[in-house]
């Protein structure tokens, strides 16, 4: 049996950038915070934690006054940075250069046309989406999906933006669905302007991870089931290869999975780390005892 990680799969540079100055900024005799968890991956998360690294919510934010915190790859709202300056809290600030950006055009764009409509389509209460609400002052909306796109009401004109991790596809298909009904309205397409801010270390991963899946006879998909880009990923892997088993960890391997098999790929979502997906090959390697 032949165990191939996927060489695309792994964290991408915004986490990767956010971890890293986790591990530079923790240390034995003093506590690191960070709001919420740094990474939407527990086995990580648990790893920084060892490292001292704290995750920390708003509510905890008077209770660590002068202490130094991060503020994670989604980014926060200007009403954070507000509250940690107000608690004297020192921020090391990791947003993703391609939130901090997306952030600065919807605030761009909210100040120059505040009375027209800011639609984000995104996972309502991510950090990320509240980020970016942050920035039009809370008046920004939020579908999640393509069915609330349909009662958006067309009157105003519409900017419509994205999360940076959301389903690919579904946007595309609000798009064209706004831009139909733009025309059929009006005659033509000025009351809408729909930016393409999915990111692109997501968008260049579907083609990879489909050409990925299909190449293997049966694929194991690992992140945490909170993650929303891993859950993006998955339906792409399932799309792809019916013999697709999501798992969060090397426990939840089952041995029945492989009768028959010649090829397993490990995939993982942005936000999970390769040594766990070393650690599953492991584990695969074992349960089967394959000989290395
Ligand atoms: S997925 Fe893209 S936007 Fe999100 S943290 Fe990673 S690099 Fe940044």
Redesign the pocket.
């Given at each position: 049996m032949k165990i191939e990680i996927d060489k695309y799969a792994g964290f991408?540079?915004?986490?990767t950038k956010a971890i890293k100055a986790a591990e530079k900024n923790t240390s034995s005799d003093s506590k690191i915070y960070c709001l919420g968890k740094i990474v939407h991956n527990s086995m990580e998360e648990k790893r920084l934690q060892e490292l001292g690294l704290e995750a920390v919510s708003y509510e905890d934010i008077p209770g660590i006054k002068g202490s130094k915190l991060i503020i994670r790859?989604h980014g926060e709202p200007p009403e954070t940075y507000k509250l940690l300056k107000a608690n004297d809290i020192e921020i090391i600030d990791e947003t993703?250069p391609?939130?901090l950006n997306l952030q600065k055009k919807i605030r761009k764009i909210y100040l120059e046309n505040k009375s027209f409509q800011i639609i984000i389509f995104g996972k309502k209460g991510h950090a990320e989406v509240n980020g970016l609400i942050g920035q039009t002052d809370g008046n920004a909306k939020v579908i999640s999906s393509f069915s609330e796109a349909v009662n958006i009401d067309m009157s105003e004109p519409v900017f419509l933006f994205s999360q940076?991790?959301s389903n690919f596809d579904e946007y595309k298909k609000i798009e064209n669905y706004l831009m139909n009904r733009s025309f059929e309205i009006f005659g033509n397409y000025d009351n809408i302007k729909v930016y393409h801010t999915i990111?692109p270390?997501?968008i260049k991963r579907i083609p990879r991870l489909e050409e990925f899946c299909l190449r293997q006879d049966l694929v194991i998909f690992v992140s945490d089931f909170n993650s929303s880009?891993g859950k993006m990923l998955y339906e792409i892997c399932k799309r792809s290869n019916d013999k697709s088993y999501f798992i969060t960890q090397p426990d939840e391997l089952n041995k029945d999975w492989f009768n028959g098999i010649e090829n397993v790929g490990i995939s993982g979502a942005?936000s999970t780390p390769l040594w766990l997906m070393e650690k599953i090959k492991n584990e695969i390697e074992k349960l089967l005892t394959i000989k290395k």
């Open positions: 991408c540079f915004g986490v790859a993703c391609v939130v940076t991790t990111c270390s997501v880009n942005t």
